[in-house]
């Protein structure tokens, strides 16, 4: 199987778009994280789930955890007002690098080893040219194991 038959349509965010926007997005679709797009709409970095969680831990909370024991909820309900008015860029960590792109006749194996070498919940499918970078679409981690699951058992059938 290639990786162009294994991406999937899936939702991405420019760095410019709502912080807070983007946050809904990761919690009502339960996503592993977003693939955030340039102004070109090409590929520019992913932001975890995880990345947007610890943009809503004060950074006091993150040096000293037992200062969370000691917020009370009412504080604590707060913390999204954090990312009001903030944009995915700016929530991007300072570390993040351009996110892994697999080429269209990738096979499983191969997108399966890149996510793996990068630790990426997610893998883009594009084509590259002298126009720039396409999007095909999405591979996630559980849908690539789904896939390779899949695949096994029809061979142990067969």
Do not use: F, N, W
């Not at 943009?55 to 604590?76: F, G, N, Q, S």
């Amino acid at each position: 199987m290639r990786a162009r038959d294994l991406a999937v349509g899936y939702e991405t965010v420019s760095v410019d778009s709502d912080a807070l926007d983007a946050a809904r997005l990761l919690a009502e679709h339960r996503l592993p994280g977003l693939l955030v797009l340039d102004e070109r709409g090409e590929p520019k970095a992913i932001l975890p789930a995880s990345q947007m969680v610890k943009v809503l831990v004060p950074a006091y909370v993150i040096e000293d955890p037992t200062l969370a024991a000691v917020v009370d909820e009412k504080h604590a309900d707060r913390l999204c007002a954090s990312l009001e008015g903030r944009t995915v860029g700016d929530c991007l960590s300072s570390k993040a690098e351009p996110p892994p792109i697999a080429a269209p006749d990738d096979t499983a194996l191969e997108v399966a080893a890149l996510m793996a070498r990068v630790r990426s919940p997610l893998v883009a499918v594009a084509e590259k040219d002298k126009a720039g970078t396409h999007l095909i679409g999405v591979i996630t981690a559980s849908h690539l194991l789904h896939e390779l699951l899949g695949a096994t058992g029809r061979s142990d059938k067969g």
